[in-house]
């Protein structure tokens, strides 16, 4: 059977030779599969490589002849059908069995017919990885390989080259761009949630398509078709009508002020300010009112913005937290002054007439002594101590003394103001004497040399310590206080003009502070020295006598001010009474430090202090103090406090 297969195979391809065309009649009924391929191999000139698994018979019905590329399409099916398939190379193919196939490294040659066992990598762009893989595994054989790369949209394919290339014409129409777009539709009457809950009823969203709503902007997000958009448009253009219907409600606060709560209201939501019409390009009919004396707000609004309005109101009405500034501000000054001057002098008829005389602040000059002892009236050597001594008889006589002084003033001020006020609010202490000053006189001339009807101007102010503060509290707990604080005294001198000099620090400055942190404002270190020495020339030089003819003065002083300040946040009512029992208990304990003692000596000492210590704030102020004070004088006493006891 075989020999006669292959007499009849050859005179076919003979008889095509000789009509310049290669025909090949197959007509074979259970041939050797190994045989049907040296059929092939001869009729498309390709060699090929059997595997030792290739085996099986073929039966192949053709009536007619048929050419190379047809002989070689069947013997494609054929090796189909016996789950075989070609490894394509260079010169040479392999025919191997499909699962084996996948294991075979194939080489690069220009194959001009389908059908050889190949691996492809197929890029994806639009559609899930996921959805496709569902799609194409029930398309492979089970032979075939197929394994995703989801981190570059790729999948990675083995199979036959025809059915990779169907594989990927599949996989280029299902991974063609989405026709579909997204768009927002604004909503500017009604509420996007509402409407979008509204057409979501309706059920008219088609497959692939989606709607969403954003309160946040109050749109409504639309993912499909155009024929789709445009039908939610058509639907929220119908929806979205201004509300007719006005109602009128009446908000009382509780921290805010009507009256600055009102423009900001009134700015927000577009409304008309008493007495004027509704405002150009504003939707709706919005009128808010403020009433101080009931400290509330009217307003008149449609009813779907009125609750829009009424949560602005409410988020604003806020109860404001509250600041304890608690101030240290301690100035020290200390003034030395030293004097020693020897001053002495001939006197011939009752004048001076050589000697060494000092004109030293604070000192007399020998003449003037000799002047007033003369005249009879009792010298005036002035501080310190003073040695002198005259001769009284005779024209020519002598007077000569020595004095000396060492003086010391130190003043030393602490004050600790403190001051309790809301958030953004400010705030002033001014604990100061209301002095007078003299800014100017008048006075009329008459007929005689008398001023007339005089006159002075007075303008008085304060002269002590004044703090003036504004708070504003950050999110973070930090403190930033916009701060002017003024530290003034009188001085006990005058000026040239009459009026009284002062002395004044004064503090402008903005800082920011951690709550319960101190800060230091400001901080003056203040040294002065001065001297003056006079003496005679040679004289005074001398290191035996020379102290007899010179005298000198020297002062010396240091001022020292610091300024600190500690802001202490108050945010509820327990922490507001803690720290002001604390603040009481410190007062009580100053108060007692700094009583005077009763010595049991007239007068007597009344003993006074703070009246409350911390423990119970809830009484009438001043009645400790004032009730004892009414009868140790024997003075009719307040009316005893209110108390109340549980039954």
């Known amino acids: 059977m075989r020999i006669k297969l292959w007499i009849f195979a050859a005179l076919f391809v003979l008889a095509g030779t000789l009509q310049g065309k290669a025909q090949i009649a197959l007509d074979m009924r259970d041939a050797n599969l190994r045989d049907f391929v040296t059929i092939v191999a001869q009729a498309t000139g ?53 699962g084996v196939a996948s294991q ?14 190949e691996t492809r990598v197929i890029t994806v762009n639009n559609a899930p990885l996921n959805e496709l893989v569902e799609v194409i595994r029930p398309l492979l054989p089970a032979e075939a390989s197929l394994s995703t790369v989801p981190a570059t949209g790729q999948l990675i394919l083995s ?43 309706l059920d008219i969203t088609p497959p692939g398509s989606s709607m969403s709503a954003d309160a946040r902007a109050n749109t409504l997000i639309v993912s499909g078709s155009s024929d789709f958009r445009q039908r939610v448009r058509e639907v929220v253009d119908r929806l979205d009508t201004p509300q007719r219907s006005i109602t009128t409600y009446v908000v009382r606060l509780n921290y805010a002020d009507a009256s600055d709560l009102e423009g900001v209201i009134r700015q927000s939501f577009g409304g008309a300010a008493p007495g004027e019409g509704g405002a150009a390009g504003t939707t709706g009919n919005v009128s808010i009112v403020a009433e101080p004396s009931q400290n509330a707000l009217v307003i008149t609004a449609p009813s779907d913005q009125m609750d829009s309005i009424v949560g602005s109101i409410q988020a604003l009405d806020r109860r404001p937290a509250q600041v ?26 009752d004048a001076v007439v050589g000697g060494v005389e000092f004109s030293l602040q604070g000192r007399p000059t020998l003449t003037g ?37 060492t003086s010391q003033s130190s003043t030393r001020l602490l004050s600790t103001p403190s001051i309790l006020t809301l958030n953004n609010q400010p705030a002033e202490i001014i604990v100061a004497q209301n002095v007078p000053f003299v800014t100017g006189s008048f006075a009329q001339v008459g007929e005689s040399a008398v001023p007339d009807q005089p006159f002075q101007t007075i303008q008085r102010e304060d002269v002590g310590l ?71 020339p040679g004289l005074g030089d001398s290191k035996l006598v020379g102290w007899m003819f010179r005298g000198r003065n020297a002062s010396k002083s240091q001022r020292v001010l610091l300024v600190m300040l500690r802001p202490r946040i108050m945010e509820s009512d327990a922490e507001a009474t803690r720290i002001t029992r604390q603040v009481a208990n410190q007062a009580k304990k100053i108060a007692q430090s700094t009583a005077p003692l009763d010595d049991g000596q007239f007068p007597s000492q009344v003993q006074q202090g703070f009246p409350f210590d911390g423990a119970d704030l809830n009484q009438p102020f001043d009645a400790g103090f004032i009730d004892g004070y009414a009868r140790e004088k024997q003075l009719p006493p307040l009316p005893s406090r209110l108390e109340f006891k549980a039954n």
Do not use: C, W
């Open 46 to 98: 390709r060699n090929f490589i059997l595997d030792n698994r290739v085996q099986g018979t073929v039966t192949v019905i053709a009536p007619d002849t048929v050419s190379p590329d047809a002989v070689y399409e069947i013997f494609l099916h054929v090796l189909e059908l016996n789950q075989l398939t070609i490894v394509e190379g260079s010169e040479t193919d392999r025919i191997v069995p499909l």
């Open 104 to 117: 075979l490294t194939p080489h690069n040659r220009a194959a001009t017919l389908g059908g050889a066992f």
């Open 159 to 201: 199979d036959r080259r025809e059915n990779i290339n169907r594989i990927m014409r599949l996989v280029a129409r299902l991974d063609a761009p989405r026709q579909s777009q997204i768009e927002t539709i604004r909503v500017r009457n009604g509420s996007a949630p509402d409407i979008l809950a509204t057409i979501q009823a």
């Open 324 to 349: 304890l500034i608690e101030a240290v501000i301690f100035e020290l000054s200390v003034e030395n002054f030293s004097d020693l001057s020897v001053q002495f002098g001939a006197l011939i008829n």
């Open 369 to 405: 002594l000799v002047s007033s002892v003369l005249g009879g009236q009792a010298p005036g050597f002035g501080s310190g101590g003073t040695i002198g001594a005259a001769d009284a008889e005779g024209n020519g006589r002598f007077a000569g003394f020595l004095s000396a002084l």
């Open 466 to 536: 004044t703090l003036r503060v504004t708070p504003q509290i950050t999110r973070d707990r930090t403190v930033r206080m916009e701060i002017s604080q003024e530290v003034s005294n009188l001085t006990n001198s005058a000026s040239a003009a009459g009026s009284e000099i002062t002395s004044k620090r004064q503090l402008s400055t903005n800082v920011l502070v951690r709550d319960r942190h101190v800060i230091i404002l400001g901080g003056l270190l203040e040294n002065g020295s001065g001297a003056v020495g006079q003496k005679v």
